[in-house]
């Protein structure tokens, strides 16, 4: 905990310093700073809402456009799988990603970079389809704690803003930190890329 003082008081400094009098428009909920932080922000032109965020929610379509989480299931306590795959409060997410990610674009055909896959088990904690917000968290929270928020919202004239921030701290934050920042940051990026590429490819059609 003692090593995250001095670069939260980094962060700060830099957000003040960039952006004095505003902060730019968000939909991710404020949460407490952590050890480190992914986040992407990616503006997509020429689609809907709707079709962003039905694209976020369907998991059984992620291995056509997703070049960071490769598979997603939604299962109940037991590991069962859901009727529909889709996301519910408490319900559970097992998922096979690409830290880093895979080179875009991607298809269901693409295959793995077998040396960075990692498996990931995580509660769906929220599904605000009104606010247009999902988030997960890696179990046990007591080791790492790590909320993946993601959002969309309408900016206007066709453009829709995708927003996914998750903030690390806990005991297995620093490992985590050492071994995968860098590709996780680049992995977050990679999502929000792969989903403008998917909506923006279809023409703002769903
Ligand atoms: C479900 O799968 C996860 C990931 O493999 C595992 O950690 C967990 O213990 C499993 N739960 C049950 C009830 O088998
Ligand atoms: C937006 O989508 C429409 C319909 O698919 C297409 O005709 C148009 O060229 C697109 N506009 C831009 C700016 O991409």
Partial sequence: MRKSIPILAILTTQIHSTSPQQEPYTNLPDVPPGLFTSQ???????????????????????PDWNPFVRSALAVDAKNISLERNFPIEGAFLLMSTQIPPLPLPVNRYTPDNPLHINPAYELINHVQPDLHRLAWQFIPKEALAAE??????????????????????????????????????????AQGAG????????????
């Fill in 148 to 189: 993946r928020w993601q959002a969309v919202s309408d900016l206007g004239g066709g453009v829709v803003l995708y927003e996914s921030r998750e903030v690390f701290s806990g005991p297995l934050a620093q490992t985590l930190k050492d071994l995968l920042e860098e590709g996780l940051q680049a992995s977050f990026e």
């Fill in 195 to 206: 989903l403008k590429l998917l909506l923006e490819g279809k023409g703002g059609k769903q």
């Fill in 40 to 62: 992407a922000r990616v503006e997509i032109h020429n689609t809907t809402l709707q079709a962003a965020w039905n694209a976020l929610n369907d998991f059984s379509s992620y």
